[in-house]
């Protein structure tokens, strides 16, 4: 009666879904203080005082709250030139920046403009599994190709051999979830030559779209090497859910590496897609909101500090486990191949963790570390608990 | 190089936007005080103070940019419920509201849950061309119907016609962009009986499409019926882009009839389809910001005033015209049949209008009286040229 599609998505694929169910069942029986929720990535910090003044501020501006072009208010786009400039080296200017609804909706965006029904995009598991959608809502199809074990760093050869005729773009998401890991630039230099290889095998570029959320959230002086420097043929989104902690307001932007051959018809292309897939445009008092704080990370010293004490109780208890370099996740092996009962076997510890199943990668296990410190100090009897129930 | 229907939609479709191009032309030529641009409907009134302070007074509230599920605040959703339910009589509660990116994101999330490739959705032209895409984009098709010259009400021998086994839903856009015309009961009552017929001929029932934004934007005292309460099997699409002056911020909801039979399965699609195409949730703090204002209508009275002002001088002019009870434009029948030659025609007098091919409506043209009254006052000696120069 409704989309077959959709209901059929709708009773599969609710492993996630189940496993928070079951955590609001453990809280209403336990109480929130004994439930140790490691499972959803929602930024904890509030936004800092001078965002929040500007929000403030430009919410009683004259004419703010109104259409603008679908691309986005071009003084903001302008600004983010500049900050996409300085990152990189290229010459971006306001023509490259579409202010979009987040990233998921940037990601949304690009597909809709790159891919043909049957093309093909390739993404470097553990992945956030939401690309699947993002690129199948286009018509195409995401291929994994798995990174290393334990340093979860790109597969160079597996993804020259994954690479076909109909593949269009691949995705890059460094600093990653849910792995935490932060792609050296050596790997991003041999990717590169892999992609000129296959553009001179199959006679089509490979597109490489950096989803970079988590770009500033890094730690212990680690450089993120910038996608838009090294790939000429890269689009870049980017989303101050993270870096500001909005989640909610649903505010960043796709920018079009000013090299990329043809980049005026994919930026026609981007706007009109924001356009007619019924985003319209960014909001667009946080367009205003943002623009004098591109350079601002907050709350990246409790991060780090929670990274360490997670960490630590986690590998104490015996876990092996990267210290990750960014964003706010970790990502241990699983004591057993088998990640959903091990799921299963922490949430009767009133632990909650999400199985790499849910990422394209089994055998591990993802924890958000953007919760309170005490819920990390009192989960460390839970994991050296979970830990002794596989005798090892 | 990029996707082939993107870039086709491109190079075709471009009436609007070149009358757009030819008119920031003739500004920068004659001056912006000097051309009539009657051509985009963005609300000029400034929202209500109120609603600025609650925008204001909400920036600050702790937790109030974060995540929260993706059908939206439940306090938000429960509130909107209940403005549905004195609206319509039936029993909406929470459950039955999704809080979403605007009513273009409304309309994408719903189409996304309804439909299966292949699937037919009527329209009643005149309407809105996105809706085209809206529906489009999830592989259904538009069947266009026309609606009654100068009356613009719902054909319905036309619309029995045209419903067949692969009709999965009708949008009804009452009052309507473009002609301004609001459906009476009776006209409703009577698409009631035929889809009630249509269901028993096919088997499955055809979905009302309620498309909302101006159901508060109405003259003269009439009563806009409410679709929710009238048809059962109703989704009704609404946003505080009008009636808030908020365009620019992306806010509205969708409400699924709570008599809608499965309607749970209908609601967790919509939440479904809200996160996967990329909208994730309504932006966080136009969520909060709306709700003490469900039932507020901006710059009504001067809507009215600039309609009567246009209607008069349209008039005055030669042009035959409806006058219109509802939204925030008039839709003039052309003297001529090719409504785009009419167009360029009124170019030369530096007038800007919309031909109606661009609502699958040729032989009229839209005029968006949103603008100044200035602007008004100053147009009618050009509509007069332009009459004249038909030679009627």
Same mark, same amino acid.
């Not at 935490?180 to 779209?209: I, M, N």
């Not at 943002?290 to 990274?307: C, F, K, N, Q, T």
């Not at 092996?333 to 510890?349: G, Y």
């Given at each position: 009666?409704?989309?077959?599609?959709?209901?059929?998505?709708?009773?599969?694929?609710?492993?996630?879904?189940?496993?928070?169910?079951?955590?609001?069942?453990?809280?209403?029986?336990?109480?929130?203080?004994?439930? @140790?929720?490691? !499972?959803?990535?929602?930024?904890?910090?509030?936004?800092?005082?001078?965002?929040?003044?500007?929000?403030?501020?430009?919410?009683?501006?004259?004419?703010?709250?109104?259409?603008?072009?679908?691309?986005?208010?071009?003084?903001?786009?302008?600004?983010?030139?500049?900050?996409?400039?300085?990152?990189?080296?290229?010459?971006?200017?306001?023509?490259?920046?579409?202010?979009?609804?987040?990233?998921?909706?940037?990601?949304? &965006?690009?597909?809709?403009?790159?891919?043909?029904?049957?093309?093909?995009?390739?993404?470097?598991?553990?992945?956030?599994?939401?690309?699947?959608?993002?690129?199948? $809502?286009?018509?195409?199809?995401?291929? =994994?190709?798995?990174?290393?074990?334990?340093?979860?760093?790109?597969?160079?050869?597996?993804?020259? /051999?994954?690479?076909?005729?109909?593949?269009?773009?691949?995705?890059?998401?460094? +600093?990653? $979830?849910?792995?935490?890991?932060?792609?050296?630039?050596?790997?991003?230099?041999?990717?590169?030559?892999?992609? /000129?290889?296959?553009?001179?095998?199959?006679?089509?570029?490979?597109?490489?779209?950096?989803?970079?959320?988590?770009?500033?959230?890094?730690?212990?002086? &680690?450089?993120?090497?910038?996608?838009?420097?090294?790939?000429?043929?890269?689009?870049?989104? $980017?989303?101050?859910?993270?870096?500001?902690? *909005? +989640?909610?307001?649903?505010?960043?932007?796709?920018?079009?590496? =000013?090299?990329?051959?043809?980049?005026?018809? *994919?930026?026609?292309?981007?706007?009109?897609?924001?356009?007619?897939?019924?985003?319209?445009?960014? =909001?667009?008092?946080?367009?205003?909101?943002?623009?004098?704080?591109?350079?601002?990370?907050?709350?990246?010293?409790? @991060?780090?500090?929670?990274?360490?004490?997670?960490?630590?109780? &986690?590998?104490?208890?015996?876990?092996? #486990? *990267?210290?990750?370099?960014? /964003?706010?996740?970790?990502? =241990?092996? #699983?004591?057993? +191949?088998?990640?959903?009962?091990?799921?299963?076997?922490?949430?009767?510890?009133?632990?909650?963790?999400?199985?790499?199943?849910?990422? #394209? @990668?089994?055998?591990?296990?993802?924890? /958000?570390? #953007?919760?309170?410190?005490?819920?990390?100090? $009192?989960? !460390?009897?839970?994991?050296?608990?979970?830990?002794?129930?596989?005798?090892?």
């Amino acid at each position: 009666m409704f989309s077959k599609s959709v209901t059929a998505a709708l009773s599969s694929g609710s492993m996630i879904r189940a496993m928070f169910e079951q955590g609001a069942q453990l809280k209403a029986k336990y109480g929130a203080d004994n439930v @140790y929720d490691f !499972a959803l990535g929602n930024p904890d910090p509030e936004p800092d005082p001078e965002v929040i003044d500007d929000i403030r501020r430009l919410a009683a501006e004259p004419g703010i709250h109104k259409y603008m072009a679908n691309a986005g208010f071009s003084d903001v786009r302008a600004r983010v030139a500049d900050y996409m400039k300085a990152q990189s080296g290229r010459a971006f200017t306001a023509d490259d920046i579409v202010m979009v609804v987040g990233a998921a909706a940037g990601l949304s &965006v690009t597909f809709h403009s790159l891919l043909d029904p049957g093309d093909e995009v390739i993404v470097l598991a553990p992945y956030f599994m939401e690309y699947n959608s993002y690129v199948g $809502n286009q018509g195409g199809t995401v291929k =994994p190709v798995k990174t290393l074990p334990d340093t979860f760093r790109p597969d160079i050869p597996a993804i020259r /051999a994954a690479i076909g005729p109909r593949t269009k773009a691949i995705i890059l998401n460094s +600093p990653n $979830n849910p792995s935490g890991a932060v792609y050296p630039e050596e790997d991003l230099l041999a990717l590169r030559d892999a992609l /000129a290889d296959a553009e001179a095998e199959f006679g089509t570029p490979v597109y490489v779209v950096s989803d970079e959320p988590y770009v500033k959230i890094v730690y212990d002086g &680690v450089e993120v090497p910038s996608v838009a420097r090294i790939f000429q043929n890269s689009i870049v989104v $980017n989303s101050f859910s993270k870096s500001l902690a *909005l +989640p909610g307001e649903r505010i960043g932007y796709v920018a079009v590496n =000013p090299d990329l051959p043809d980049k005026e018809l *994919l930026e026609a292309a981007l706007i009109y897609s924001n356009r007619t897939l019924g985003f319209v445009n960014a =909001p667009a008092l946080f367009q205003k909101a943002i623009v004098d704080h591109l350079d601002r990370s907050v709350g990246l010293d409790a @991060y780090r500090e929670r990274r360490d004490m997670l960490y630590a109780i &986690v590998t104490a208890a015996g876990f092996e #486990c *990267l210290k990750p370099q960014g /964003a706010f996740y970790l990502f =241990p092996k #699983c004591p057993i +191949p088998d990640d959903k009962r091990f799921a299963e076997v922490a949430l009767k510890h009133r632990t909650i963790v999400v199985a790499g199943s849910g990422f #394209c @990668y089994p055998g591990y296990f993802r924890l /958000a570390y #953007c919760v309170s410190k005490e819920t990390i100090l $009192n989960s !460390a009897e839970a994991f050296n608990k979970i830990y002794r129930e596989f005798g090892t």
